[in-house]
C-alpha cells in the first residue's frame, strides 16, 4: 500500500528511547517495500504519554511503538486494547484508526514464537515440560505464548516466589510457581527452559543456574539479546543443547506492527538480522 501524496510516519516513545533498534528495523522495511516516510525515536518523559499519544493523529501518524517505561501505562489510555495486550498487561504497539482512535496491540507473544520456530521449525509447545526463570515484563509475554502454543506444564521459577506465584494466578493455565531454590531441580526432564530474566544481559551477571540436571535435547532459550550469547546460551551449546538467543524477538515483534501500519508485512532476511547485529 503505497501514498504518494502521505508521508508515512511512525515511531517509537520511551525514556530513554536511542538505544531502541527498532528505527533501524521498520526504517529498513520502509526503503525496502518502496515506501515514502520514517520512523522516528520520541523520546517522551511518562508525565507526557497521554499527550504525546493523543497527538499522533493530528501529526499523521500510522502509530508507534512503545518502550520503557510507557508500556503499562499505555493501557489507560488508549480507547481499545486488544485481548492478547489485556492478557499480557502491556501495550507495546499503537495503531491509530481512521477516525483517529488508538487501538494498543502486543506483538511480543508472536514475536517470541516466531523467533523459536525460526530457529527449531519442529518445536511444539507440548513437547514436554517448559522451564521459565523470570516473572517480569519479558516473561509475561513469553508465559501467554506458551500457554496460546499449547504448553501443557510449565515450571515458573522466579527470585520473588510472590511474584511468581501472582503472575501464575492471574494467567492461569499450566503454570507451577516455585522458588529460587527449586530452580535447579525445575529442569529435571525439561523440553525447553527459558531465561526470562536480566542475568546475563550487559552490566549484569550471569543467570546463576546450573545446567546438570537438564536433557541435552533441551531448547534453551534467553529473551536477551545484548550480548547475542549470554553465559547461559554459550553453557548450554557446549554441553550440546539447542539454542536461540532475544534477537529474533524483537525482529519479528516488529512484523506486525510494519503491517498494521503500512500494510505489507515484512520479512525478517539474514540482510536484516547482520544489519541489525551489526548494532549489537
Ligand atoms: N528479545 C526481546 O524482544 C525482549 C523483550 C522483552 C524483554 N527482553 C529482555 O528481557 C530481560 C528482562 O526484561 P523485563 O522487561 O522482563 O524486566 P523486568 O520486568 O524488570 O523483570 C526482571 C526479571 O529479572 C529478575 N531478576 C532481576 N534481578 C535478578 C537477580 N539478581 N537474580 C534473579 N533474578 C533476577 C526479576 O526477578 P524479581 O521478580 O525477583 O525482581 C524479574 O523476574 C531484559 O534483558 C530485556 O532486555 C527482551
Known sequence: MTH?????????MGDPVMHSRSPKLHNYWLGKYGLTGTYVPLAIKAE????????????GFSGCNLTIPHKEAALAIVDKVDPLARRIGAVNCI???ADGSLAGQNHDAFGYIESVREAQPKWRADAGPIAVIGAGGGARAVLVSLIDQGARE????NRTLARGK???????GPITALGW???EAALEGAAMLVNATNQGMVGEPPLDLA????PVSALVSDIIYIPRETALLAAARERGNPTVNGLGMLLHQA?????AWFGIMPEVTPQLRAMIEATT
Open 255 to 259: 512484523r506486525p506492527a510494519f503491517h
Open 181 to 183: 531454590g527449586e530452580r
Open 211 to 214: 545446567l546438570d540436571a537438564l
Open 4 to 12: 504518494p501524496d502521505h508521508f508515512l510516519l511512525a515511531g517509537v
Open 48 to 59: 507526557h504519554l497521554r499527550a504525546a499519544l493523543r497527538a499522533l493523529p493530528a501529526l
Open 166 to 172: 501472582a503472575l501464575a494466578g492471574e494467567l492461569g
Open 95 to 97: 495503531v491509530v484508526a
Open 154 to 157: 510449565i515450571r515458573l521459577v
